[in-house]
């Protein structure tokens, strides 16, 4: 048998060991974690909905309408009245012809991306591209070809050298670094090559576009343009589930053969109706995505005069760059002693030498939580400085 033990030994003296908080209470910033009271900098409750009594409310009120359990597969009986609402709901808010319910964003690309692709087939992926796609492009069987971040002259060389059916997947804002992919550049290209271009915008939807209608609607690309969109409720919506949007010849060929949508059981409708609820929070509340920006705003003006190394986003994602693995868990910990909880980001979940502390913001964040993160790093300043000379070039660094 294999050395479990070592190779968990060489994990942990390499800084890479993770380990889990438990947390109690609802979600929001004030966090108790493991029994100490907590700021929390680091959860994807971009808005601040994810205990939202509107939602809560919506779910309670579904439990004692529609039950509790899925029962079985939305092919077999489990296709519920709340789920096709859902779905009716986010065609409209996607500006697609029709959308698709699936339990989590994970499922949504794995079965997604392996329906579309297969053996004989070409798919070109990011390379900084989330987890769920890159195993969803290894479970189509199809040849996969990275190419660099955001580098569309890349893969338009790429694109051209290579025959038969291809498509083209990207996070819409990378979930780890935050910047966003360059959409119309992408859809351009993938018109001219005949590609099917699939955005996946779990960061965007909710933050990004007018209303929260994500990054592709924030440059007015319609559906001949980047015909499939992937969103996640468990992100800005505050809920969980996910879908995919596009046109309904292939939303039902999804239904047909996407292996994740077909062979699980459908998500407990009462989620699907506090996903409604969220929804409709969303688009009217512009309120909660100013306030976001503005605390965005703020913090990287503050950071880059501490002398922090930041990366160019200006979504609520912002990585705050350290390179070694031990020196990111060094500021974490720092930061956890004041109070503040900020994860550590390492490998392989970023690449080599690239660590950093992935803050994210949501709008229930106040002024005041800002300030106090603010006085966090500019008491650890010290054990940034000399690391962040070590970045690799790859690491995309601004200030
Ligand atoms: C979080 C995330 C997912 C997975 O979504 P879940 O609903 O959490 O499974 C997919 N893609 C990206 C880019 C993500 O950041």
């Known amino acids: 048998m294999r050395d479990f033990a070592a190779e968990m030994a060489d994990r942990k003296a390499a800084g890479l060991y993770r380990s889990r908080r438990l947390i109690s209470g609802p979600q929001r910033p004030a966090l108790c974690a493991d029994g100490q009271p907590v700021l929390a900098f680091c959860s994807n409750d971009y808005l601040g909905l994810a205990s939202h009594p509107a939602l809560t409310a919506a779910a309670a009120d579904s439990l004692a309408d529609v039950g509790l359990g899925g029962a079985s597969s939305h092919l077999i009986c489990g296709h519920h009245q709340a789920h096709h609402e859902l779905e009716q709901r986010l065609a409209t ?224 994602i912002q990585p705050v760059m350290v390179g070694d693995a031990h020196a990111a868990l060094a500021l974490s910990k720092a930061l956890e002693e004041q109070g503040l909880l900020v994860t550590a980001i390492r490998p392989p979940t970023v690449p080599q030498g690239a660590s950093r502390l992935r803050v994210t913001f949501s709008a229930a964040h106040t002024e005041a939580d800002l300030d106090r993160l603010l006085a966090g790093f500019a008491a650890c300043v010290h054990l940034i400085r000399p690391v962040v000379d070590s970045l690799p070039a790859t690491a995309h660094l601004t200030h």
């Open 93 to 316: 808010f996607t500006g697609r012809s029709s959308a698709l319910f699936f339990s989590t964003g994970y499922m949504a690309n794995m079965g997604v991306i392996s329906a579309l692709a297969g053996k004989e087939d070409t798919i070109f992926s990011d390379a900084l591209n989330h987890a769920s796609i890159i195993d969803g492009c290894r479970l189509s069987r199809a040849t996969v070809r990275t190419y660099p971040h955001r580098d569309v002259d890349a893969l338009a060389g790429m694109l051209a050298d290579t025959p038969g059916h291809k498509l083209v997947v990207t996070d819409g804002i990378f979930s780890m670094d935050g910047d966003m992919a360059p959409l119309r550049e992408l859809a351009r290209l993938c018109h001219r090559h005949d590609a099917l271009l699939i955005v996946d915008d779990a960061h965007g939807f909710g933050c990004a576009g007018p209303q929260g209608r994500g990054s592709v609607a924030s440059l007015g690309l319609s559906e001949a343009e980047v015909p499939l969109v992937i969103g996640t409720f468990g992100k800005a919506f505050g809920t969980s589930g996910a879908f995919v949007a596009g046109p309904a010849l292939l939303t039902d060929y999804l239904v047909q053969k996407a292996r994740t949508y077909i062979y699980t059981t459908a998500m407990p409708p009462a989620l699907a109706r506090a996903s409604c609820v969220s929804l409709e929070l969303v688009e009217r509340e512009q309120y909660r995505r100013e306030h976001l920006q503005a605390l965005v705003s703020h913090f990287r003006s503050s950071m880059v005069d501490l002398g922090y190394t930041l990366m160019p986003s200006e979504t609520p």
